[in-house]
């Protein structure tokens, strides 16, 4: 009795019409999530009206084809495990249009602070403004900037001109400092605005969008995209005690943000941890667009999602997501510094007390206008840095300086400081341990931190960088070498 039972069941279930009634949901679920990928392809807006219609007409003919194979008694079986694997196929590409539909929404929604100079990014030449605030955890939109880089592209060209500047670089704020001049890394103390309107009256250039982070988006960005490999020429320890060596290393991200953050191991100083930084930047963008990944997709838009802000609308990052996808441009990027000589100045936000900067080169500024110049015309462009010969004149002249102000925040004392400015110290010696509170070193000869306010006489109030820098772990674990 039993097994007649199982004998009639096992016959309905291979029965040819139980099949049809099974293909024939397949068929239908196949349909339903074509559907859904059609409507979220068309929202996003990341497809041409070609590659739209190229995607619509293949999700159709498979479905077709599925509901044709299905309905022949001598293939139905393997439609159905095609159809069924069509299904997950069509499934992930789904939810992974409905998570990039989230994310850009979610972009939108956390634009702040700064309106955009909008342009038609697919057309034309914009100017992106990657901003690095100096903390960790939660981004906040106030603090010392450690990154200044601008990311200048040209659609129509395919180069990309990546400026770096020096975050000590001694410029005036238009509209905050009266006139007075401050280290760039000051400028964010007020604000993104006054960030933006600092570099575009130095480069004489607009600047379009900005892209703020900070220690932990860039830790987690890093990470999220499976680490970057690098060529490091020299072996060394960093600041926080860090060991690289020489020959291909494989970074995380926790490793890599060390590595871009170094100047004291350099002879170049700051400057040289400006073109690690343009480096980082153009290997990641080489590796985010070379990759088919999906999880890695997946884990980016993750880390940019809760780590990162841009003014960037989200018609015009769709723009640029389209255009990539449609014409797969091949980049070519060009990497450049501002320049300058460091040397020590009273500082607006701190004053009166004086703190090492980097006096800009007048030639290095107009090199740098000239490079953005040939971009925007859609010339290549050649990278121009100082020559021996080239005229090493300042940009503005320097003031004065009142040495009972210096702020010695390396504690190293008249002698080293004497050999550094080429000047009589007469400030009291002050050591770290005595005095700093703050984030940021000064100069190029340490990562201490900027005064609170003067070290003599300490009467004024104090200035707005207090706090100190959160810590991190000291680089035990090895870094992977190739």
Known sequence: MNENIFTRMKNTFLSWPMWKRVGMIIVGVQWALSIVAIITLALLGVLSGKWLAIAIILLIIFSILAFIVQHNKSTHLAGKIISVFLCLLILVADIAMIR??????????????????DVDVSIDPFIVYISGNDEYGDLEFDGMTDVNILVCVNPQSGQILMVSTPRDFYVEFPGYTEGER????????YGMEAQIATLEALYDCDINYYVWLNFTSFIEIVDAIGGITIENEYEF???????????TLDLDGLYAL?????????SGGDFSRGLHQEQFISLMIDKILSSNSLTMYNNLLSAVEKNCSTNMPK????ALIKKQISDNPKWEITMAQAEGAIMAQACYTFKPQVLSVVMPYAQSVEYVKTMMKDWRDGKKVTALQMQPDDDYSYLSVPDPVDWNYYYDVEGLGADAINAIYGAEVITKETTTAETTTAS????????GGEPEGPVVPPEPDPGPGGGEEPSEPSGDDPISEG
């Open 100 to 117: 990039v539909h989230g994310f850009l929404d979610k972009v939108e929604s956390n634009v702040k602070h700064t309106e955009s100079k």
């Open 182 to 189: 401050d280290k760039l890394s000051h400028s964010g103390y």
């Open 237 to 247: 320890t960093s600041n926080d005690g860090f060991y690289y060596p020489a020959g």
């Open 258 to 266: 060390h590595y871009v953050r170094e100047r004291n191991s350099f």
């Open 315 to 318: 018609n015009r990052i769709t």
């Open 440 to 447: 940021e070193g000064g100069g190029n000869s340490g990562e």
